[in-house]
């Protein structure tokens, strides 16, 4: 008998931790936490982006030359003709553009990029403007946050705002251990980081940046908790049935 009753003691206390563990809790799941027990993040200089091989410049170019603009194909216009075209940057970072030898633009700022093409230009077209921008202006989630590929809407996009987009994080989603896959001029570069301390803003891993991807992994007890209060009661529930039926299980035998 002291047996059968230390064998229920044993199930009742598994039980017990099984339903206290089952739940998210606000520290697990709440952003922008001033807590000593999470890390601490170092503030740092927002770099602009650099251009990598296989993005796809958006570029344009305006001129009164209207001889030159027909050459390129443009439409006129009443104050001047332009003309917009996509181009591929080559994996030896250079981009061809008409009329031009290649120029590399890899590892330069869009600014930079602008410039290099611009003073090409002006020994064509004394009074050439030009606007360059990228076309594949994306990032990618994957994982417990509604993957798929979101389109950069403006400039400084936040980990929030680009989480926001796609439906936020779910609650078995890892915010321990979210990673940035990012690409740079060597080879791609992976950032892991916890999103839920405070000092999270301003540190390097707040701004997502063209052709990132970011991954949610599951948290790996996310398999035992549950989502809600229902959840929850039912879980009680289920756990009072089997503590019951053990304890006439062994009442019986």
């Given at each position: 008998?002291?047996?059968?009753?230390?064998?229920?003691?044993?199930?009742?206390?598994?039980?017990?931790?099984?339903?206290?563990?089952?739940?998210?809790?606000?520290?697990?799941?709440?952003?922008?936490?001033?807590?000593?027990?999470?890390?601490?993040?170092?503030?740092?200089?927002?770099?602009?982006?650099?251009?990598?091989?296989?993005?796809?410049?958006?570029?344009?170019?305006?001129?009164?030359?209207?001889?030159?603009?027909?050459?390129?194909?443009?439409?006129?216009?009443?104050?001047?003709?332009?003309?917009?075209?996509?181009?591929?940057?080559?994996?030896?970072?250079t981009i061809d553009l008409p009329?031009?030898?290649?120029?590399?633009?890899?590892?330069?700022?869009?600014?930079q990029a602008k410039e290099e093409?611009?003073?090409?230009?002006?020994?064509?077209?004394?009074?050439?403007?030009?606007?360059?921008?990228?076309?594949?202006?994306?990032?990618?989630?994957?994982?417990?946050?509604?993957?798929?590929?979101?389109?950069?809407?403006?400039?400084?996009?936040?980990?929030?705002?680009?989480?926001?987009?796609?439906?936020?994080?779910?609650?078995?989603?890892?915010?321990?251990?979210?990673?940035?896959?990012?690409?740079?001029?060597?080879?791609?570069?992976?950032?892991?980081?916890?999103?839920?301390?405070?000092?999270?803003?301003?540190?390097?891993?707040?701004?997502?940046?063209?052709?990132?991807?970011?991954?949610?992994?599951?948290?790996?007890?996310?398999?035992?908790?549950?989502?809600?209060?229902?959840?929850?009661?039912?879980?009680?529930?289920?756990?009072?049935?089997?503590?019951?039926?053990?304890?006439?299980?062994n009442k019986l035998n």
């Amino acid at each position: 008998m002291k047996t059968h009753i230390h064998t229920l003691n044993y199930v009742f206390l598994l039980v017990v931790l099984f339903t206290l563990n089952s739940c998210y809790t606000p520290k697990e799941t709440i952003l922008l936490q001033d807590s000593a027990s999470l890390p601490t993040y170092d503030e740092a200089e927002y770099k602009d982006y650099k251009i990598t091989p296989n993005d796809e410049l958006m570029f344009r170019l305006m001129t009164s030359d209207e001889d030159f603009s027909n050459l390129i194909g443009s439409s006129r216009a009443s104050m001047g003709s332009s003309i917009n075209f996509s181009y591929k940057v080559y994996a030896d970072s250079t981009i061809d553009l008409p009329f031009l030898t290649p120029i590399k633009v890899g590892g330069l700022t869009l600014e930079q990029a602008k410039e290099e093409i611009k003073k090409k230009y002006v020994e064509i077209v004394p009074d050439a403007e030009l606007k360059l921008t990228l076309a594949n202006k994306t990032y990618t989630i994957i994982g417990d946050a509604a993957p798929g590929v979101y389109p950069i809407y403006k400039s400084k996009l936040t980990i929030f705002q680009a989480l926001a987009q796609s439906g936020e994080i779910q609650l078995s989603g890892d915010r321990k251990h979210i990673k940035i896959i990012r690409n740079t001029d060597t080879k791609p570069e992976i950032l892991e980081f916890d999103i839920r301390p405070k000092s999270i803003i301003n540190s390097k891993y707040y701004y997502v940046y063209p052709n990132d991807i970011i991954y949610v992994q599951r948290a790996p007890m996310s398999f035992y908790k549950v989502n809600n209060y229902s959840s929850f009661l039912g879980l009680i529930s289920s756990s009072i049935s089997l503590f019951i039926s053990a304890f006439y299980f062994n009442k019986l035998n």
